[in-house]
């Protein structure tokens, strides 16, 4: 039986027996919630750190299942190192643009992202910032082009990425526009290679695209 049980067979019908009721009862459920919480952050499994997670090779992790995370800090550490400086909301919205992958975990305190969000977010930023400085809706669709295309890579690693890039870009144009002759279009093409080529280079390596701005 509940304290506020307790008081309530014992109620003389006063108002300040309610409020003893009341207030017991009141500290019993919020008791309880903090119990049950505490309870469960005991019964979830440890996260491991990112620089211990290094120490794990990648094919040990698959095995396990597993991937490295980072969380929100590490992202921009790793982008600080490569000197790009953003603040955490620009990185949100990034994500909700669609220039990053969707974070794999998010609460009111930690979030976590896929290992490969540091470098897609170093190459929307320099597509954005740098000398072609594009829209979030064309560094998007460069995005989705170069992935596309980088995945037909490894099935066909003869052809360039570049040639495949193109292909992509021809054909997508030709379903939008519904049209066979590309000719006044050209310009856009190239355009629209280019900066997916742009962003499947920093995307792929940015630690040496950082080393050449310098």
Do not use: C
């Amino acid at each position: 039986m509940t304290q506020a049980e307790l008081f309530l067979n014992h109620w003389d019908g006063t108002r300040e027996t309610e409020k003893q009721i009341l207030h017991f009862d009141k500290w019993e459920r919020n008791h309880k919630f903090n119990h049950d919480s505490r309870l469960d952050k005991r019964n979830t499994k440890k996260k491991i750190r990112y620089k211990d997670r290094l120490k794990i090779s990648a094919k040990e992790l698959a095995a396990i299942g597993g991937t490295v995370e980072l969380d929100k800090k590490e992202v921009l550490e790793k982008l600080k190192s490569w000197g790009i400086k953003i603040h955490p909301n620009t990185l949100l919205n990034y994500e909700k643009e669609g220039l990053i992958p969707p974070a794999t975990f998010r609460n009111s305190r930690r979030t976590e992202h896929p290992e490969e969000t540091p470098a897609q977010a170093y190459a929307a930023v320099q597509l954005k910032n740098g000398y072609i400085r594009l829209t979030y809706d064309d560094i998007r669709k460069a995005r989705q082009t170069a992935i596309q295309a980088m995945d037909f890579k490894r099935e066909k690693p003869d052809i360039e990425i570049e040639r495949l890039i193109e292909n992509i870009i021809i054909n997508n144009l030709r379903k939008e526009k519904n049209i066979k002759d590309l000719t006044p279009y050209q310009w856009l093409i190239s355009r629209m290679v280019e900066s997916a080529v742009f962003w499947a280079w920093m995307a792929k390596d940015p630690e040496s695209f950082s080393q050449i701005l310098k």
